[in-house]
Nanobody, 118 residues
Framework: QVRLVESGGGLVQAGGSLRLSCAAS????????MGWYRQAPGKQRELAAG???????NYADSVKGRFTISRDNAKEMVYLQMNNLKAEDTAVYYC????????????WGQGTQVTVSS
């Protein structure tokens, strides 16, 4: 059974940093494309960052230069380092996985709240 468990969210002042972690289990992790989605109140869920099995990354324009996604295949972990946080980064952040190893995200964790105070 696949599981994704996020941690590391919290309350931070604008300009601060947070590091989110996602522990994965139940899949051939090294073959999965992984990502971090976020959903702000009243808005649609959006992909903030993604990383392929080969380590290629992509970012939403709104987070480029501030967020870094990384993975540790040995530990089956994916991380999101968030720097220079802004109030508009406030959202629930969800770890995502492509269950069928095809790059299409179709499984999400329960989410972790990130609140940035201005």
């Amino acid at each position: 059974q696949v599981r994704l468990v996020e941690s590391g969210g919290g309350l931070v002042q604008a300009g601060g940093s947070l590091r989110l972690s996602c522990a994965a289990s139940g899949s051939i992790f090294r073959l999965n494309t992984m990502g971090w989605y976020r959903q702000a109140p009243g808005k649609q869920r959006e992909l903030a960052a993604g990383i392929t099995s080969g380590g290629n990354t992509n970012y939403a324009d709104s987070v480029k230069g501030r967020f870094t996604i990384s993975r540790d295949n040995a530990k089956e972990m994916v991380y999101l380092q968030m720097n220079n946080l802004k109030a508009e980064d406030t959202a629930v952040y969800y770890c995502a996985m492509d269950l069928y190893y095809n790059g299409a995200f179709n499984y999400w964790g329960q989410g972790t709240q990130v609140t940035v105070s201005s």
